[in-house]
């Protein structure tokens, strides 16, 4: 006999810069997923806390703006830490 597996690919946007708010986002969908059945839900690459696509952080070759530099920070205080709480509560879900 044959073996399914359900399941599901999340097309969906981060919070960006905001991993805690993201993760809350992966449990919404998760908690979702697994109530129809799911039992594979696949994210976007770097889901948590969001790819930077687009974002250049304010800089060019010899120079960085300072409206660069913050993004950059809230970029780099986005992340989380592995193995840390964040990295723990998506093993959770």
């Known amino acids: 006999m044959q073996q399914r ?9 981060s919070v960006v810069f905001d991993a805690d708010r993201t993760i809350d986002k992966v449990a919404t969908f998760t908690a979702d997923a697994a109530r129809q059945g799911t039992q594979l839900i696949v994210f ?14 304010g800089s060019t070759v010899g120079g960085r703006t ?28």
């Not at 409206?67 to 990295?87: F, H, I, T």
């Open 5 to 13: 597996l359900r399941a599901a690919v999340v097309q969906s946007g």
């Open 66 to 93: 300072a409206a660069g530099r913050e993004d950059y920070r809230r970029y780099y205080d986005s992340a989380v830490e592995v193995p840390g709480p964040g990295v723990q509560r998506l093993g959770e879900l």
């Open 44 to 57: 976007p690459e770097a889901f948590v806390s969001a790819y930077p696509k687009g974002l250049d952080f």
